[in-house]
């Protein structure tokens, strides 16, 4: 699985920014998929998850702000992460297949998302 994530860029506090992840290759629809991300200064840490079956798992302090979803049709998952904070900003990464939270099978290359006070 190749993992190419886009969408992320410079929002206010309060604002939104939905970030997209297109992958390729035939396991996607039988893979949990999800974001990891890695604020300045600060180790990766799991952001959110949704398994083959739909499940969810997300980070604490991002429940009720950011959504997962996955489109298995199109290969694509996607972050819609409302009511940014500027601890939000990180370099977020796409990934799939998981076997805990921090470990994950496929890396895609990260998408800066910048959260201006």
């Known amino acids: 699985v190749q993992l190419q994530a886009s969408g992320g860029g410079l929002v206010q506090a309060g604002g939104s920014l939905r970030l997209s992840c297109a992958a390729s290759g035939r396991s996607f629809r039988n893979n949990s998929v999800g974001w990891v991300r890695q604020r300045p200064g600060k180790e990766r840490e799991f952001v959110a998850s949704?398994?083959?079956?739909?499940?969810?798992d997300y980070l604490d302090s991002v429940k009720g702000r950011f959504t997962i979803s996955r489109d298995n049709a199109k290969k694509t998952s996607y972050l819609q992460m409302n009511q940014l904070k500027p601890e939000d900003t990180a370099v977020y990464y796409c990934v799939a297949q998981r076997a805990s939270r921090t470990a994950w099978g496929y890396w895609g290359q990260g998408t800066q998302v910048t959260v201006s006070s």
């Open positions: 949704i398994s083959w079956n739909g499940a969810t």
